[in-house]
């Protein structure tokens, strides 16, 4: 678990903001939609826009704006599972 660079937003709110606009951006999904997640929205398999594919896409874009890496082995099913999930596992490996 290496940090890239000091890219990290500064608090648990701006991580969340990042998670917020990178699914927006990855999955073309509006404002309006995405801020209405809340830590117990349902997100891989419930979202049909976040398939396999669209994964590498989302992790990669949250490595480069949170300036972290993330490696195969930190991803499990629970991980995309709920919005809440994937907040809490971008500010873990952000704010370490």
Known sequence: MQRIESLVPEGKVEVEKTVRATLGDVLGLTPERVASFDDETPLFGALPELDSMAVAGLLTELEDRLGILID???ID????ETFGALTRFASAKALQ
Do not use: I, S
């Open 77 to 80: 099913g629970e991980t995309l």
């Open 72 to 74: 195969d082995d930190d």
